[in-house]
Structure formats: structure tokens, C-alpha cells
């Protein structure tokens, strides 16, 4: 091996570049992603007082599943070359709808109301469950695209980065009418004109040209199917300084309804006439299968959830994932958690 090649492979997770194979297509990518990407641990009065529930709130809703953070996303970008995320976008047209946090009204020396004015104004909250589970890096999906565009701004060359966007239409008060007695807030649900806003705060702060978009990948044909069949996926390197966001989650069916000239992918299923990208969370059992669709589509997966497998230190969620050749693999402990143990999920090269 020479040593300009060395170098190139000692370099490469710092500086995020994907120059070593000039025929490398973006569906050959695989990348580390995490999960919830912009949540903080809970605070611990909170966990502690769910878990006097826990029988009554059931296994879906353990609060030890809620108790895991990360940390900002320029620090997880460089210290651990993370090249997907994901963010959940609550509607607020109004604002002011998520400022209060109602399960601090029944927990002593918690704070409700949110001081910080950006609480107030119009536009989307970044939390994992209203009233409940809100700590949060960022309290807006500005303040996220903001932090995304100076970090690419300071690593124009960086690999691309696959923005998971999930839109949230439930609440913990849209499930109880005593939850909502006490203040819990019923969820905006997401039609056309939350996802024109969604859109609209996206193109306000990321250039066109920082944004793969579904057109871009449909290039000259008819639709993306099409393209797929007959082209494939572009080059990686033409992908650099890129984002990708994708979207999940309430009402996501109507969001190409009538164009695909938006600045989001959608999750679907396999050989419809615009997919490009495919979920499936969990990998054990669906190998063969998530193999076989990575051949043409980004197939996203999960190393683990919920804090299960990192209290178990069990790696077998994580095998299942390798073994399937998803190009995305989320989890929420590229950085091990000391409260808990020692499990890390990582990539090689």
C-alpha cells in the first residue's frame, strides 16, 4: 500500500470525504445514523416520578425506554461520523402551543413554562412527547437547520447526510381526557399547508444546492422508478455537501400526492413509482429480505431501541442490521451511555 493511500484512509473519518472510489454510488453508502438525534436524557426527577406508573403505563411506554440523549449535532458529526439523524417536528403555527411542560405540574422543584422567547413564535418544536419527554439541543427545527447549514458551510466536502424527519400528530392528550383536564395538549395533525410551512423552513435556511431532492434523483425520466431501473443511483462524489431528508410519520401519504418537487423524500414501499427510500426498524428476521431491496433502494434500520439492547449489552439487533446490507443503520449509542454500560455501536471503515 502507498503511503498517499495510507494517508487517504487515515484521513478519511475525520474530514468526511468519499474520494477513494470515484464509481461508489449513493445506494452503496452506509452510513451510522442516530435516533432522535436532537433529544437530551430526561431529567431524573422525571423518570423517577413515571416509574411509580410503570405497571399502569405499560411496556410501550416504560420510562426507562425514554432514558437515553445525545449529544449536539456538529460534536456528533465529528467525533463520531455520524452521517444520519433524525428529528421530530411537532406543528405550532401559532406558537406557544409546547411552552408549558404539564407532568412538571405534579413534580415538585420543576419548572412548567419554558423561559426562552423562541417558545412563542410560530414555527416547528423539536421534542420527543409533548409534556412528558421535552429536553431537548434545540427547541426549533430553525435552530436544527441552522446548526446543519453552518456545519456544512465549515465541511463543504462532507460525505452526505440523511435527514430523518418524522411529523408528530399524537400527544399524550389526545389518548387521555384526564390528561387533558390537567393541561396536557392535544398534537396539531399534519395536512397540505403544515407541510408547505415544513418545506418552506427548509428552503429559508439551506440553500437549494446543500439539498438532494427527489426531482434531482428523478432526473429526465418520467418518474423515480424509472431512473432506478435504468440508471441507478448517482455517484457519491456528486452527492457531496449534500442533505437528504426523508420523511415519516402523521399524514406522510399526502405529501407527494401531487408533486414530487418538494424538498422532502417520503418512506414507501417497494416498487412504487417514486420510491427511492424503505424503513423497515427492525432487521432480525427481514435480512434476506432488506438485502434483496438494497439493491435498488436506502433501506433504514435500527441497531437497537428503546435502551433494550444497551442494558442487555446485546449486539444481536445490531448483527441482524450488518447482515442485511441497510445502507442506514440508527442507533442511539454510537457513544456508550456510563450509567448503563458499555455498549457502543460502531462501523467499521
Known sequence: MNLFRLLLICIFPVLGFSQADENLRLNQYKVLASHNSYKKNPDKKVIKFLSKFKKQLGASNDPEQMDYGHIPLPQQFDEYNIRGIEIDVNYDPKGGLYRKRKVNKLICGLRQKVKDPLMKQPGFKVLHIADVDYETNYLTFKQVLTELKNWSDAHPNHTPIFVNIESKGFNPGDESGFLRFLGFKRALRFGEQAFLDLDKEILEILPADKIFKPMDLKANFP???????????????????????????????????????????????????????????????????????????????????????????????????????????????????????????????
Not at 252 to 262: V, W
Not at 320 to 345: C, L, M, N, P
Open 223 to 349: 418518474t423515480i422508478k424509472e431512473r432506478l431501473n435504468e440508471q441507478g443511483w448517482p455517484l457519491l462524489n456528486d452527492c457531496l455537501g449534500k442533505f437528504i431528508f426523508i420523511l415519516e410519520g402523521d399524514n406522510q401519504e399526502l405529501y407527494q400526492q401531487k408533486s414530487i418537487d418538494r424538498p422532502m423524500f417520503v418512506y414507501n414501499p417497494p416498487n412504487g413509482e417514486n420510491t427511492a427510500f424503505i424503513v423497515k426498524n427492525d432487521p432480525i428476521g427481514n435480512e434476506q429480505e432488506i438485502e434483496a431491496l438494497t439493491g435498488k433502494y436506502i433501506v433504514r434500520t435500527r441497531s437497537d431501541a428503546g435502551t433494550l439492547e444497551a442494558r442487555a449489552n446485546d449486539y444481536t439487533r445490531f448483527n441482524a442490521a450488518i447482515k442485511s446490507g441497510a445502507q442506514i443503520i440508527s442507533t442511539d449509542y454510537y457513544k456508550a451511555d456510563s450509567r448503563i454500560g458499555t455498549f457502543q455501536i460502531k462501523l467499521k471503515n
